[in-house]
């Protein structure tokens, strides 16, 4: 993690004095899934993935440093957090600190403030999203800058899917192995939000949180579904079929490998050991619906993560019809429909107008 974090701390510059910003990300659902990590500590998947950013789904994260040396405040969607989810983010916060110090500028406790901006009770609060605005906003509120692939660098060791979220538009995040061993991932993005108009309808059927987390979920899997070996073999061919299919605006086979990933990766869920099955009868339902309107005539595709709500991708012309077939099905609560997003944007950024900030004891630095 040390080796990692200082590779990319040398690819962060600073541009102005520590202040405050504001960043506003996307979420992002997968259609080739990610699931599995070679490298737990820096969150490299071991799989590639891609994804659809997807607009109406977004979180709004405020970062302010002081140059005090106490515990960060974390409030998301107004409630102080603490234990293990404000360690989370304090430990993404020290990754900043840690550059802020290199550059001899170093800066102190945070103040966190983030708000998800996803439909009412979808359940549907993303690590993606909040990550990717975590990361942009604390390097500009640290005063500093970087370029967009080190940014999601940064914002895949808050959480790998969060790594997609940077760019907008049609997203890979593909694993390799450098020179010396270490695993290590890269996001590219495969085409612009202005690419390709489609509609993601999420039918929503539990808004619950997940009964368990990724991280576990997916050490479970590698270590105890006789499939594993397998996905790790097949993520390749998808990944260049969705890329040939979002090239091609080509929603039919775009739908052939989106459902061929989700299925593959909830495969493996349900034969870990125990298993975990994150689907409802309804989701099952949701799919018979999906491939009832594409026997009809109406393209559409679904997709599903870890858990039971099921997102549907067709053209705007079909949005109505797919909208009612969805609403229809016994168990869905509400069918939120949205659009391609766009990259991670700092929507604010105030520097401190008295120009006291840095003096003092900060912590991990000395004196200014
Ligand atoms: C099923 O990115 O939430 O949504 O890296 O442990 O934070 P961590 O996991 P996370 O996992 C996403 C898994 C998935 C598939 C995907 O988004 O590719």
Redesign the pocket.
């Known amino acids: 993690m040390k080796a990692h974090a200082s590779q990319l701390e040398d690819r962060i510059h600073p541009v102005d004095r520590p202040a405050a910003a504001t960043a506003r990300a996307c979420s992002n659902v ?1 259609l080739v ?3 599995g990590k070679v490298d737990e500590v820096r ?1 490299v998947p071991a799989t590639g ?1 891609l ?1 659809i950013t997807l607009a109406g789904l977004t979180t709004e994260t405020t970062v302010a440093f002081s140059n005090r040396d106490e515990p960060d405040l974390i409030v998301l969607d107004g409630r102080p957090v603490g234990g293990r989810e404000a360690a989370r983010v304090s430990a993404f916060l020290d990754l900043i600190r840690g550059a802020s110090v290199q550059q001899d500028r170093p800066v102190g406790a945070a103040s966190v403030r983030s708000v998800n901006y996803f439909p009412t009770a979808a359940g549907l609060a993303s ?2 999203s909040g990550f990717a605005a975590l990361a942009a906003a604390t390097v500009r509120a640290a005063g500093m800058d970087t370029d967009p692939d080190t940014l999601a660098s940064l914002a895949r060791l808050g ?4 790594a997609r979220s940077i760019h907008g538009g049609f997203v890979e995040l593909v694993p390799f192995q450098r020179a010396g061993g270490d695993w290590d991932a890269r996001t590219a993005r495969v085409a612009t939000e202005e690419h390709w108009d489609l509609r993601v309808l999420v039918s929503v059927i539990d808004s619950r949180y997940k009964p368990i987390g ?2 576990p979920a ?1 050490a479970r899997t590698s270590a105890t579904s006789p499939y594993y070996g397998a996905w790790l073999d097949s993520w390749g061919a998808d990944l260049t079929e969705c890329r040939e299919a979002i090239a091609g605006r080509d929603l039919e086979r775009l739908a052939s490998v989106a459902e061929h990933s989700a299925l593959k ?1 909830h495969a493996l869920t349900t034969t870990s050991r125990p298993p975990m099955q994150f689907f409802r009868g309804p989701s099952l339902e949701v799919m018979h619906a999906v491939w009832d309107l594409r026997s009809s005539g109406t393209l559409c595709a679904f997709t599903a ?2 858990g039971p709500n099921i997102k549907v991708l067709c053209s705007p012309d079909d949005e109505e019809r797919v909208r009612s077939a969805l609403t229809s099905v016994n168990g869905v609560q509400t069918v939120q429909a949205t659009t391609v997003g766009g990259p991670v944007e700092i929507v604010s950024h105030d520097v401190d107008p008295t120009g006291v900030w840095g003096r003092g004891k900060a912590r991990g630095g000395g004196d200014e």
Not at 159 to 162: F, H, R, T, Y
């Open positions: 997968a899934k990610y699931w969150r993935s994804s690590s993606a959480s790998a899917s969060a990724s991280t997916m990766l993560d870890a």
